[in-house]
């Protein structure tokens, strides 16, 4: 799977900043960062990226208002707005136009992640079906009823859900020597972040332990290790 982002985001400092957060994504790939609205569009049809990190004020254009230009030529775009915006009614907008989420600056790091992980689990989750059904819909839309993807979900803790979890358990299972977090969340296609929490989280509930193994140059490394 990759994902190619657009940040269309008018001071050059917090674009880079989230490039380098989502470099931390292996599946995503930055193709362009865009500083007005002009400079947006000409990236998305340059690019035809699945993902658009859009800010709303912008020098030339609120990012609002390109709203209904990228919807009409680019109706399968995702976005997510990040800006400094608390109006109600520019929220409003913006849900109204199909926005995946809306992210207040200045954003922590912690929640970023979070949000572009419940991204890729959702665009995962869309491209592994061709046909649909409600338990489907449901986990896409984040209902909460009895059908078989989420019985264990309410259960759990914020920031952790019932289809990685389930991942990262496998993944530990096929290894008997155990695995680093950074070996796991290769093998998920996660951040190193998102795996470590998982394993930390597999560890409350006595279904994972750890160990810390010093490697050839003594380097100590935590191994995970399924119960």
């Known amino acids: 799977m ?6 269309a985001e008018d001071d050059f400092r917090v674009a880079a900043i989230h490039e380098k957060f989502l470099g931390n994504f292996k599946s995503i790939e930055v193709v362009g960062k865009a500083l007005n609205g002009k400079d947006t569009i000409e990236f998305l049809k340059e690019h035809n990226p699945e993902l658009l990190l859009l800010d709303v004020y912008m020098p030339d254009q609120l990012g609002t208002e390109l709203l209904p230009i990228i919807r009409k030529q680019f109706p399968h775009i995702d976005i997510i707005m990040i800006t400094a915006a ?9 849900l109204n136009y199909g926005v995946e989420q809306f992210l207040i600056k200045p954003v922590k790091r912690e929640l970023f992640n979070q949000t572009i992980e419940e991204y890729l689990q959702k665009f995962k989750l ?29 259960s759990l803790p914020k920031g ?39 394993l930390e989280y597999l560890i ?24």
């Open 160 to 198: 952790i859900d019932e289809i990685t979890l389930v991942k990262v358990s496998n993944v530990l299972k096929s290894s008997d020597s155990g695995l680093s977090a950074e070996q796991v969340s290769e093998q998920i296609g996660a951040s190193r972040i998102t795996a470590r929490r998982y």
């Open 86 to 94: 608390t109006d109600k009614e520019i929220l409003l907008n913006a």
């Open 2 to 7: 990759n994902i190619k982002a657009v940040i």
């Open 126 to 154: 869309i491209e592994s079906k061709q046909e649909v059904d409600q338990d489907f819909v449901n986990q896409l839309l984040k209902k909460s009823t009895s059908s078989s993807y989420d019985t264990k979900e309410s």
């Open 204 to 227: 409350t509930v006595k279904e994972c332990k750890a160990e810390v193994v010093y490697g050839a140059v003594g380097r100590p490394e935590r191994r995970y290790y399924k119960v």
